[in-house]
């Protein structure tokens, strides 16, 4: 009978994944999602390094040994790289700053030939940097997302966060994984790397495919009015115009940066006001001029939800649920239902 080592299992499942992100199909969208590659790539080397960890531990190929660190280095890069592209004014990364996120493979590639044992060491620092590099941003909370539509901020900043934490439980197995080669000469090393490691690629992978989602479309370029905004009050009274009078909110790819172009305004001074004055952050503010006209719709209108879901600027029916449910603490066919009852 033919032995399928669990690594691989997990490896068709990523690959699946990679295929199912890669080709943008949401079932609840009108448009296709932009990729953002980063992510694409973390899910493949997932995939990859699990398919080394099948070769390793399910038909003792050790050769493959040479190989493994230096993949598992390129995996924390490729997330930073993935939070980059959701949370920079500017997307683009130039040629010698990619190459900079290079330089942890090529010091384990130099490890490789000189000091081995020195990998135990620097892999999981370069896990630890890398998540503590991503959570550093998301100190300021969904804002920090400021090149994704307010509609998909909860979920990507979630999945980021998650991913994070992800590559700190990384490196804590690697030294657990290292010191039980030490002491017991790797006794629970399958264990801990067929259920540790292999749960942490698939975690990683599934936070990639969903912050991958995030990425909201290009800007086209276009003249902002500039408002005289000295303090937090004149700020919200220039955003609320801005949302009730030209109802910029029904963009279903607005998000903080073209929100800030279109009002004249920084970016972090919108945060900031909104934050201080409603305690909430910019994307449930927006979020609820949405679900405020969709109130409007369902009661004085005969429109199907998912017609109305798509007036209001949302794209997909879980996040128009869940931030209708935030708001009015019921789903939209119920608040329709009531309204109708009462009348």
């Known amino acids: 009978m033919l032995f399928i080592p669990l690594p691989f299992v997990v490896a068709i499942l990523l690959l699946t994944l990679f295929a199912v992100v890669a080709k943008g199909s949401d079932q609840t969208s009108l448009r296709e999602v932009p990729r953002n590659l980063p992510f694409l790539a973390l899910i493949l080397i997932s995939a990859f390094q699990s398919f080394l960890g099948g070769l390793r531990w399910g038909y003792g190929i050790d050769t493959v040994i040479y190989v493994m660190p230096v993949t598992a280095a390129l995996i924390p890069p490729l997330a930073y ?3 980059r592209r959701l949370t920079r004014k500017s997307a683009e990364i130039s040629l010698w700053r990619m190459g900079l996120h290079v330089l942890p493979a090529v010091a384990v590639v130099l490890l490789m030939a000189t000091s081995r044992y020195a990998i135990d060491v620097v892999l999981p620092l370069i896990f ?16 920090a997302l ?10 990507v900043f979630r999945a980021l966060v998650f991913a994070a934490f992800t590559l700190l439980l990384s490196a804590l197995l690697d030294i657990f994984v290292a010191l039980d080669f030490a002491w017991t000469q790797g006794r629970h090393a399958i264990a801990l790397i067929t259920f540790g490691n292999l749960a942490a690629l698939v975690i990683l992978s599934i936070a990639g495919a969903v912050a991958s989602r995030g990425r909201s479309f290009p800007d086209i370029a276009e003249p902002a009015p500039q408002f005289d905004t000295t303090g937090d009050k004149d700020t919200l009274a220039a955003i609320e115009s801005l949302l009730e009078a030209k109802r910029v909110y029904r963009d279903p790819d607005l998000n903080l940066d073209r929100l800030a172009r279109k009002a004249g305004i920084p970016a972090r001074q919108i945060s900031a006001a909104i934050n201080r004055a409603t305690a909430k952050n910019v994307s449930q503010y927006v979020n609820e001029f949405r679900v405020a006209e969709a109130c409007s719709l369902l009661e004085g209108t005969k429109k199907p939800v998912t017609d109305i879901m798509f007036d209001v600027g ?30």
């Open 81 to 83: 790289l993935g939070v």
């Open 128 to 143: 630890i940097g890398y998540a503590i590099a991503i959570l550093l941003p998301m100190r300021a909370g969904t804002d």
């Open 146 to 155: 400021r090149m994704t539509s307010f509609e998909s901020t909860s979920p």
């Open 314 to 343: 949302f794209q997909t029916k879980s996040n128009f649920n869940r931030e209708f449910r935030r708001v009015t603490d019921m789903t939209p066919v119920q608040w329709r239902e009531r309204k109708q009852n009462s009348a």
